[in-house]
């Protein structure tokens, strides 16, 4: 008896939670049915007829027309503004809901903020005969933290509400943060000319030279370094490819300001500037010829640099990471590190010397024409005036292709004083201008060589290469005996 009269007792337990829990359910249902009925709409206008916007923050205010379908600054007429901010506020007037109400009353406007507002909205439309046809302003005050919302009222209704933060997030900019950011002009490396930097106080200057330099033996290069050595030197190519694809990223974040005078210059840094960009470029639209320079002022606490155009009036900023990758670059990167580099074509012999042997390596080239009329030019070798056997040649061949690959691990300026030179050096005598490449070798420390071609004494080579390499090209040559 008394375990089925447990039973019934928590039977009618269960019962009674279910219905609790159906009640519950209810309730809830008809709150939330109440809660939508009691939505509260505070602005509501007809999107293609708003045509005056202003707000007002805490650094000022700022007035707004729709011209022909583009938002433009009555302060700022000339500039050109990112629509995306003007659209994004106008939206706010064509449907605001509510999030709360605080009091059905606009009454207690001090206990709110909304004494003297933290931000102020306006929106109107206009007649044809451009009088103002109606006009909403919404009045935002006080932050509340623990439900993060905003107080506000409206003209267009009594009592005071809550709403979200979207609005206030659409009005925390000044004109200048609305300007668009111009592009930077489009400069592909085969378009560009002249490329220049300063950074503290040093000038890279690289110039393109279709046609060469009287210091290039190679034929093959066409940019060269024109400062901070004795004469130009070619540069390198992998480092030329990292500079244009870095300088290809080069663009503007944000505009800080327009019309800036040389009054406001110091404040970003500009009137000094701590560097800059120069290059001359054909523009691939027009195919005129163009030269973009950019001047680089102070650092910002965010990581970006101010930035500005020569002979422009607005200043910008750009990512530091991006300049750096640029500007970092000193004039030994550039330079081409191979410092025998002569073109095979240009070669009538090469004359080696060492401990007061001299060996000599002729070249000529003899030209053919096949049978489909293509020409091609063949590369013959002798020794000491004697042409070697078609299994020599190939060896020859590669014996070449190893003595113009002798690499530097970096580079010098050239000593006031050079020491003795060592007693190995190659002669290129060629049938072209320089008529003769001469490559010697001094000594400079205890792990390095200095490398001079015609003079120049800037490539350190690394002792145990060029003894490697040394004795690499007698060993060849000698099995030529």
Not at 200 to 229: C, H, M, N, P, R
Request: glycine share 6%; charged share 25%.
């Amino acid at each position: 008896m008394k375990k089925k009269k447990g039973l019934l007792i928590g039977g009618g337990l269960l019962f009674l939670l279910a219905a609790l829990y159906a009640l519950v359910l209810v309730m809830n249902q008809k709150q939330a049915e109440e809660k939508t009925e009691e939505k509260v709409t505070l602005l509501s206008m007809e999107r293609d007829e708003i045509v005056k916007i202003s707000y007002t923050n805490k650094e000022g205010t700022y007035h707004f027309r729709n011209v022909n379908r583009n938002w433009i600054s009555e302060e700022k007429p000339e500039e050109t503004l990112s629509q995306s901010y003007l659209v994004n506020i106008r939206n706010v007037f064509t449907g605001l809901d509510a999030e709360g109400v605080v009091d059905t009353k606009t009454q207690n406007l001090e206990n709110y903020g909304l004494d003297n507002p933290s931000y102020i909205l306006m929106a109107a439309t206009e007649t044809i005969e451009g009088e103002v046809k109606e006009e909403q302003i919404l009045y935002i005050g006080t932050y509340n933290s623990s439900i993060d919302q905003y107080y506000a009222y409206t003209n267009t209704r009594e009592g005071i509400y809550l709403i979200s933060k979207r609005p206030v997030t659409y009005i925390e900019y000044s004109v200048s943060d609305m300007i668009s950011t111009e592009n930077i002009p489009y400069m592909a490396a085969d378009t560009v000319s002249v490329y220049r930097h300063t950074w503290k106080g040093e000038t890279i200057s690289l110039e393109k030279k279709e046609e060469g330099s009287i210091y290039d033996a190679s034929d093959v290069l066409i940019w060269f370094l024109t400062t901070g050595f004795s004469h130009e030197v070619g540069c390198s190519t992998s480092i030329l490819e990292e500079l244009f694809e870095n300088t290809a990223k080069l663009s503007y974040r944000k505009t800080i300001a327009s019309g800036v005078t040389e009054a406001d210059l110091a404040q970003y840094g500009l009137d000094v500037p701590t560097g800059s960009f120069y290059m001359e470029y054909k523009d691939s639209d027009t195919g005129e010829e163009s030269v973009y320079e950019l001047l680089i002022g102070n650092l910002t606490e965010e990581q970006y640099y101010y930035v500005m155009e020569a002979q422009s009036d607005k200043v910008y900023t750009m990512s530091k990471d991006t300049i750096e990758a640029i500007v970092s670059n000193t004039k030994y990167d550039y330079v081409y590190r191979y410092p025998a580099i002569v073109n095979v074509r240009t070669v009538d012999q090469i004359v080696f010397q060492k401990e007061g042997v001299t060996d000599t390596l002729e070249i000529r080239t003899e030209t053919k024409t096949e049978e489909n009329g293509t020409t091609t030019t063949d590369y013959i070798y002798s020794y000491h005036g004697k042409d070697l056997s078609e299994e020599q040649q190939q060896t020859a061949s590669s014996l070449y292709s190893g003595i113009i690959s002798l690499g530097a691990e970096r580079i010098v300026d050239q000593p006031e004083e050079l020491l003795e030179a060592l007693d190995f050096s190659i002669v290129f005598e060629r049938n072209k201008e320089p008529e003769k490449v001469e490559v010697l070798f001094y000594p400079y420390n205890s792990s390095y060589y200095l490398c001079s071609v015609n003079g120049d004494a800037i490539y350190l080579i690394n002792q145990r290469d060029l003894e490697g390499y040394k004795n690499q090209i007698f060993a060849v040559l000698d099995s030529f005996e």
